[in-house]
């Protein structure tokens, strides 16, 4: 009984070589990084969890400098130079304030809910892939 185990899993293995090789399949297939848009993915998150603080009249805006109101505003940074490094989301002081990576009090947004960490994904791939404005 083992033999007959043995000969099946033998032959379905040939056979799935055999289908691989037939269509020319070199290696894993890894699906191509999605694009990310500031208009359509990024500036939604931000209009919904930064910009009451971070625009005219508001303590953010009035604090740091940073006006989240506008792609120009955001890579304008803040009173203390850039908050975004295109391609660089380690060391995006954007990304590091909204993941976590600073000190709690720092942690934005202030008082409220973190956001989700789809969010903050979406955000460090819009940084990674250069902090368009698309």
Not at 61 to 85: N, Q
Not at 92 to 121: D, W
Request: contains cysteine; charged residues 20%.
């Amino acid at each position: 009984m083992k033999k007959i185990h043995k000969i099946r899993r033998l032959l379905s293995g040939a056979l799935f070589a055999a289908a691989v090789g037939a269509v020319g399949w070199t290696g894993p297939v890894f699906a191509a990084e999605e694009e990310v848009s500031f208009e359509l993915d990024v500036y939604p998150i931000l209009n919904s969890r930064c910009v009451a603080c971070h625009q005219p009249g508001g303590d953010g805006l009035e604090k740091s400098g940073l006006d989240l109101t506008s792609y120009d505003g955001l890579m304008a940074g803040t009173k203390h130079g850039p908050i975004v490094v295109p391609g660089e989301p380690m060391t995006s002081n954007l990304n590091v304030l909204i993941e976590g990576r600073a000190a709690s009090e720092l942690r934005m947004p202030h008082n409220q809910r973190p956001l989700l960490r789809y969010q903050t994904l979406i955000v460090r791939d819009w940084v990674k892939q250069g902090a368009k404005n698309n």
